[in-house]
């Protein structure tokens, strides 16, 4: 089994999940040596990253950089559960490659950065329990990739539902105990793609049935 000096010498390596190198029972994963951008900093050809559960507490605010300036391949980044505490920094939207966006369970303690929207392959955001707030910004609603929203747990998280494009692929959107309030908008019509959606404990008002005759996939 190769330990985290290994796996920094990895240069080909396209997948990255630790977690299939320890079992359940043992003690959560602490990334302490080599720190986070000395294993990545090699790994150039990385396409998938998948940290979920690993303490990266240690790390502060560099995670961002470290990602954007070694691993511009990078498509898939999962880091749930990673006791991360600082804003996302604006560096991240360096990698133009990435898709599938996973800090669920973050103490980021901050606004949603508007630069998400910059990121034109998103397909999946979940930002659920993070401790967000403010308003959420509308263009991230706007990206024409957008398959997956999950904001649910962030219960400062502000602001209205925007007015849904007509051409959204959004298939599953989560805002459950967030504080979403105003009127359902009749554009949600407009997300015909929509197989799961979660309001429960939201401040919303109108008719939740005729905005939503035309969601077939429901």
């Not at 024409?144 to 998280?157: E, R």
């Given at each position: 089994m190769?330990?985290?000096?290994?796996l920094a010498r990895l240069r080909?390596?396209?997948?990255?999940?630790p977690s299939l190198l320890y079992f359940p029972g043992t003690d959560t994963l602490k990334l302490q040596n080599p720190n986070f951008k000395t294993l990545i900093g090699n790994l150039t050809e990385l396409g998938q990253l998948h940290l979920?559960?690993?303490?990266?507490?240690s790390e502060g605010n560099e995670w961002c950089n470290a990602l954007s300036s070694s691993v511009q391949k990078?498509?898939?980044l999962s880091m749930s559960n990673c006791f991360l505490s600082s804003p996302v920094d604006s560096s991240l939207v360096n990698?133009?490659?990435?898709?599938f966006i996973q800090l669920n369970g973050s103490n980021l303690s901050t606004t949603v950065p508007e630069f998400l929207a910059r990121f034109t392959n998103l397909t999946t955001l979940r930002l659920s329990y993070?401790?967000?707030?403010?308003?959420?910004?509308?263009?991230i609603f706007q990206v024409?990739?957008?398959?997956?929203?999950?904001?649910?747990?962030?219960?400062?998280?502000q602001g209205p539902l925007p007015k849904f494009p007509e051409d959204s692929s959004v298939e599953t959107l989560v805002l459950s105990y967030k504080s979403t309030s105003?009127?359902?908008?009749?554009?949600i019509g407009n997300l015909r793609k929509l197989s799961r959606l979660e309001l429960s404990n939201c401040r919303l008002s109108g008719s939740i049935l005729s905005s939503m005759e035309n969601l077939s996939e429901l």
């Open positions: 190769c330990d985290e000096d290994e080909k390596l396209s997948i990255l999940d979920d559960g690993v303490d990266l507490s990078l498509q898939v990698l133009h490659h990435l898709s993070c401790g967000l707030y403010g308003e959420f910004p509308s263009k024409q990739t957008l398959q997956i929203l999950d904001l649910s747990g962030n219960q400062l998280l105003g009127r359902l908008p009749d554009s």
